[in-house]
């Protein structure tokens, strides 16, 4: 048709069209669960770590960093409170406690502030651990305020820097008021007594099995290991010392004057308790004043004593021409306390004795060491130094005293009587007249090492004052000990001064069986290196160095076995005494030479596998620093010069 346009119906032609025809759907698509959890796993841990970052950033890092900015100061306090104490100044002492406190309280704040730690497993065990170590040192702080507050009174007669309540007056005056005013302070070794057991209760509190063996955990392991020993041997010691600290005015003379027999113990003539008792004194103590009544030589008091009965059977065997028991030689057993026991029955019989509260020995170890810092002391015209004297290798005043007590007594008869008497009493007027600030702390100081090394012993009528002088290892007591054990006892019983000449190395050598029991091998080297003196009475030398004829006890666990044994020039023999078994034989040393002790014997127990094996060696009075070497099957395993009792714990293999 005209004027019609022709459609055309061609669709794929017409470009302009949209298609509205309905298409078939597409698959559906599959959802991956797997990939998906992995996911979700990923999400949650990198939240959790991300958790834990934050935790540990704000949590525990930046608060332990704090702690530890406060434990620093904290100990650069105590180290400056250690070192005022080395310096002897207790004014500064107190000071830096005080300081100290006021740190640790921060510290322990800084801690608290991380309490929450104390829930979360493994980390409670480092937490704990802090928290109790914070606690005992609370405690040692308060106890070491305790002992510094009761000893600031007596800084000046201490010979301590800072002033002391007792600065007016001669030093005897001051003395006097100390010692009256004393049993003020003595109450208070009880609360220092129960501070450090506190400490003990904090610090066994910690494990230090909670620290690897390795790296730093190694260090902060030894470190409480030792941190608890140290702590055991503290409280032990004050709880031993607290009953002499108590009657410590009552020993001094305060408020009724106490007597004691001061016996001279010559070391140079070693017995079994220390040396040969050569001369006595009887001083008085009246508030600690020191007052001589009496002074002679042991001969002159033996003189007087009636009825002696015959002597012992070493002595009739090794020393045949003293036929009775004398009171020079009554120190024949090792332990003190019972040596002195019998010396003091057979003391009350002589006619020049007086009624005593104890007896004290000092050796001359203890002499020289005292003029060491007091310097020369003339006595009845004669002047003791402590240079060197050729004639003997030793100290002046070793030699000036064996030429007063054992030269022939027609030279200088007329000296000997109470001259070693006379000489401590002249060492003590010096102390007590010489400035406290120079003198009275050092003596102080070295009165108490060498009450340690046993040339200072004890033996006291009162129960408290002998248990506090055991406690502090005083007394010479033979000590009960389980484990291993070892002192070896000597006596010179050839009257000359040979000891003062002969040097002796011991080793102490262990061979673990496969059963788990243990021989044990005791060597002793003895050596004179020098020349015999001339001992030719006529000519009237000093004889000090001739034939060392050595009676030996070897004190060893209860129920040992003697295996073999070579050196001893008698045969030897086995018994108990004083809850030990004893080796006892015989030998010889000649100036110029050797001699050489070999015993081997089985320990009464077995070591468990993996067991440390515990050691005590116990020093002899008398002796000074004698070399030992511990080894197992020739490899050393310590080495050490025994100037005091040692203990050990041994890793045999």
């Not at 005013?181 to 506190?198: F, M, R, S, V, Y």
């Not at 042991?298 to 059977?313: C, G, R």
């Not at 408290?464 to 002088?469: R, S």
């Amino acid at each position: 048709m005209d004027g019609l346009n022709k459609i055309d119906l061609n669709l794929e032609t017409n470009k302009d069209v949209v298609d509205v025809s309905p298409k078939p759907l597409s698959p559906r698509r599959k959802i991956d669960f797997k990939n998906l959890l992995i996911n979700r796993k990923v999400l949650v841990a990198l939240g959790i770590f991300v958790v834990l970052m934050l935790f540990s950033v704000f949590g525990i890092y930046l608060p332990a960093t704090q702690v530890y900015k406060s434990a620093k100061v904290t100990y650069a306090d105590a180290q400056s409170v250690a070192w005022a104490i080395k310096q002897q100044n207790v004014s500064l002492a107190s000071d830096q406690l005080a300081k100290t406190q006021t740190d640790l309280v921060q510290t322990q704040n800084d801690l608290h502030a991380m309490g929450y730690l104390k829930f979360i497993p493994l980390a409670n065990w480092y937490y704990n651990d802090a928290d109790h170590l914070v606690n005992a040192g609370f405690h040692g702080l308060n106890a070491a305020t305790l002992l510094i507050n009761s000893i600031k009174p007596y800084a000046d007669l201490l010979g301590l820097k800072g002033q002391g309540s007792f600065v007016g007056g001669t030093a005897q005056q001051r003395i006097e008021t100390a010692v009256k005013t004393i049993g003020k302070i003595t109450p208070k070794i009880d609360d220092i007594a129960n501070e450090l057991a506190q400490v003990k209760v904090e610090i066994d509190s910690v494990n230090p099995n909670h620290y690897p063996s390795i790296g730093v955990g190694k260090k902060v392991r030894t470190t409480l290991d030792s941190l608890k020993s140290i702590t055991d041997e503290s409280v032990t010691l004050i709880t031993s010392a607290r009953p002499l600290i108590k009657t410590l005015p009552a020993v001094l003379g305060e408020p009724n004057e106490k007597k004691y027999l001061i016996l001279f113990q010559n070391d140079k003539e070693l017995r079994p308790t220390g040396g040969f008792i050569t001369a006595y004194a009887v001083f008085r103590l009246d508030s600690g004043v020191v007052h001589v009544d009496d002074s002679s030589d042991i001969y002159s008091l033996d003189a007087t004593v009636p009825n002696k009965p015959v002597a012992p059977a070493p002595i009739l065997k090794y020393f045949p021409t003293v036929p009775l028991f004398n009171l020079r030689d009554n120190n024949l057993s090792p332990d003190f306390k019972v040596s002195m026991d019998s010396f003091y029955k057979m003391y009350q019989t002589a006619g020049g004795s007086t009624n005593v509260d104890g007896i004290i020995a000092v050796d001359t170890h203890a002499l020289v060491s005292a003029m060491n810092i007091l310097g020369d002391i003339t006595v009845d015209g004669t002047t003791f130094t402590t240079k060197t004297d050729p004639r003997c290798d030793c100290p002046n005043v070793i030699y000036q005293m064996e030429v007063l007590a054992d030269q022939p007594a027609g030279i200088i008869k007329q000296n000997r009587k109470g001259i070693i008497g006379d000489l401590m009493y002249a060492i003590m007027s010096k102390a007590f007249s010489s400035s406290p600030k120079l003198y009275w702390g050092p003596l102080f100081q070295t009165m108490l090492s060498e009450m340690n090394q046993k040339h200072i012993l004890f033996y006291m009528n009162d129960a408290n004052a002998q248990a506090g002088f055991e406690g502090l290892n005083a007394a010479g007591r033979i000590m009960p000990f389980a484990g291993d054990y070892l002192t070896i006892n000597e006596a010179n019983f050839g009257g000359e001064k040979s000891n003062m000449f002969v040097s002796e190395a011991v080793t102490q050598d262990y061979a673990l069986q496969g059963d788990g029991s243990i021989v044990k091998t005791v060597t002793v080297n003895y050596k004179n290196p020098y020349p015999p003196s001339d001992c030719n009475l006529e000519h009237g030398n000093l004889c000090l160095n001739a034939v060392l004829r050595d009676w030996f006890r070897m004190y060893v666990p209860k129920g040992s076995q003697l295996i073999s044994n070579q050196g001893s020039e008698v045969k030897m023999t086995t018994y108990e005494d004083l809850g030990k078994t004893v080796f006892d034989g015989f030998l010889t040393v000649r100036p110029q030479g050797v001699a050489k002790l070999t015993v081997s014997y089985k320990l009464p127990f077995k070591l468990a596998a993996n067991s440390l094996l515990p050691l005590m060696v116990q020093k002899q009075g008398g002796t000074a620093d004698n070399a030992y070497t511990i080894t197992e099957n020739g490899k050393t395993l310590e080495q050490f010069n025994l100037s005091s009792d040692q203990t050990f714990n041994l890793k045999l293999r």
